[in-house]
């Protein structure tokens, strides 16, 4: 990751991977969700945090094919599920900290590059990328229905 800080006229802004980088909504999932999707760019360093693998950050991610709702980020899992969720009750800032802080890891779906984690209804996949000072980034990647996936 070759991170970066551009100088504005009010402030620095530090840039990532997945563009602006936003620190202070570490350990606010719902706040950085919702700035997130106003925003439509960037990341929120630890937002989430679970006791089993540290702090996750929300990236907002992309739409690559929205006939197919494919894509990664925070973008895809409102694209393809914010509507499931919803009729679950839930808006998706209050559903994604709960989901990924009380669902399952599920150590035979996981591997070096993604952790899983389940629900009795849903799987979310936090993506983990090595970089080449030795740490290691993590991040939400998607979402999805279990129950509607064959198994």
Known sequence: MNDKRIETKNAL??????GPVYRQFAGKPKEAIIFLRE??????IAALHRNDIGDIDIVWGEISDPVKHKGFGLAHIIDKHELEINRLGFNIEDFIPIVVQFGNFNLKKSDDQKKVFESETFRFIIALENSSNGT?????????DIIKRPK
């Open 39 to 44: 925003n439509k760019n960037g990341e929120c």
């Open 136 to 144: 290691t980034k993590k991040w939400l990647l998607t979402a999805f």
């Open 13 to 18: 802004i530090e840039t990532g991977k997945f």
